[in-house]
Nanobody, 117 residues
Framework: QVQFVESGGGLVQPGGSLRLSCAASGFTFSSYGMSWYRQAPGKERELVAAISTSGGSTNYVDSVKGRFTISRDNAKNTVYLQMNSLKPEDTAVYYC??????????WGKGTLVTVSS
């Protein structure tokens, strides 16, 4: 049974930081690339950050480059998203995603991040 436990979301002021965690189970975590997506009200879901199976490669949407860092700990079956210098535009539901090279994909249920003064 594939499961994700996402945590770390909440309310933060502009300029603040949050660290999201996604603890996975039910599949071979180290065989999957991991990523974080987000969806703001009225907007399409977008890829925020992705990391390769070993953690050796990462990529980010332009709007978060230099502010967000994705990382993973395969021993803990967990992927993280460190979010710094948060902006109101970052407000969204953030979803953990696992993808195998074959195209098999799993989704977390999401955690809400609200950036507001």
């Amino acid at each position: 049974q594939v499961q994700f436990v996402e945590s770390g979301g909440g309310l933060v002021q502009p300029g603040g930081s949050l660290r999201l965690s996604c603890a996975a189970s039910g599949f071979t975590f180290s065989s999957y690339g991991m990523s974080w997506y987000r969806q703001a009200p009225g907007k399409e879901r977008e890829l925020v950050a992705a990391i390769s199976t070993s953690g050796g490669s990462t990529n980010y949407v332009d709007s978060v480059k230099g502010r967000f860092t994705i990382s993973r700990d395969n021993a803990k079956n967990t992927v993280y998203l460190q979010m710094n210098s948060l902006k109101p535009e970052d407000t969204a539901v953030y979803y953990c995603n696992a993808r195998r090279a074959s195209g098999l994909v799993y989704w977390g249920k999401g955690t809400l991040v609200t950036v507001s003064s």
